[in-house]
């Protein structure tokens, strides 16, 4: 006999686009072409390496989420994780503040679940 349980819910990738385009001032319909342009592609970037971390989810949905190769989200992940490592004091507080929004929105739907 298969036991289900309930899917566990977490933050979604709307949910993470949602936070980082408020702090970073951007239109999320921005986001969605293919651009290079430093801020869209850095603030794509932030959106892949906080929703690798607190999604679940693989690099392969994560990149297709902006028609973006499994590559990118890779690359993202390294790239953000390279600048939390860089010692940077001014990236490391920005950087702790936002997981701390994601963070709050994720335990939100963890007790929303509990109750």
């Known amino acids: 006999m298969r ?3 309930p ?4 933050v979604s990738m709307e949910q993470i686009e949602t936070i980082v385009c408020n702090d970073y001032s951007i ?3 921005e986001l969605r072409n293919k651009s ?3 801020d869209l592609s850095n603030t794509r970037h932030v959106i892949m390496a906080m929703a690798r971390e607190f999604t679940g989810l693989g ?3 994560i ?3 902006y028609g973006q190769h499994y590559s990118s989200a890779i ?3 390294k790239k953000i994780r390279e600048h939390d490592e ?7 507080s920005y950087s702790e503040g936002l997981r701390a929004k994601i963070a709050k929105i994720n335990d939100e739907l963890i007790d929303k679940q509990k109750a």
Do not use: Q
Request: aromatic share 14%; charged share 30%.
């Open 3 to 5: 036991i289900h349980l």
């Open 7 to 10: 899917k566990r819910e977490r």
């Open 27 to 29: 239109e999320s319909s």
């Open 36 to 38: 290079r342009v430093t």
């Open 59 to 61: 690099f392969d949905s």
């Open 63 to 65: 990149a297709a989420y």
């Open 75 to 77: 690359w993202a992940s």
């Open 86 to 92: 860089s010692g940077n004091d001014a990236w490391i």
